[in-house]
């Protein structure tokens, strides 16, 4: 089983910093596909960050603000935001996935993120 545990959401200033990390745990537990997603009230889930072996991207809103990295020595995942804008707020996820004859996924509780005006 495969546990994610996010943290470092906030309540920030637009035009300010946050820094999410999400720890992975459990049993042959790899980073090599992980991704950030977010969910605003009221609105469905969206992607906002993904990184693998192969690449790395970002949802249109993310591109030059945010930046996903991963510490594999730590087994902890990171999502830089910069520039952080109100419509900015949501709750974010953290997500993790595995091959297991099908992609299987893997979610974090979330973190609030909350950007005021």
């Known amino acids: 089983q495969v546990q994610l545990t996010e943290s470092g959401g906030g309540l920030v200033e637009s035009g300010g910093s946050l820094t999410l990390s999400c720890v992975a745990s459990?049993?042959?537990?790899?980073?090599?596909?992980m991704n950030w997603y977010r969910q605003p009230e009221g609105s469905p889930r969206e992607m906002v960050a993904e990184?693998?072996?192969?690449?790395?991207g970002y949802g249109w809103f993310a591109e030059g603000r945010f930046n996903i990295s991963r510490d594999a020595s730590k087994n902890t995942l990171y999502l830089q935001m910069n520039n952080l804008k109100p419509e900015d707020t949501a709750v974010y996820y953290c997500?993790?996935?595995?091959?297991?004859?099908?992609?299987?996924?893997?979610w974090g509780q979330g973190t609030q993120v909350t950007v005021s005006s």
């Open positions: 997500n993790l996935q595995r091959w297991r004859n099908g992609w299987v996924n893997y």
């Open positions: 990184i693998s072996d192969e690449r790395t």
């Open positions: 459990g049993k042959d537990v790899s980073l090599r596909r």
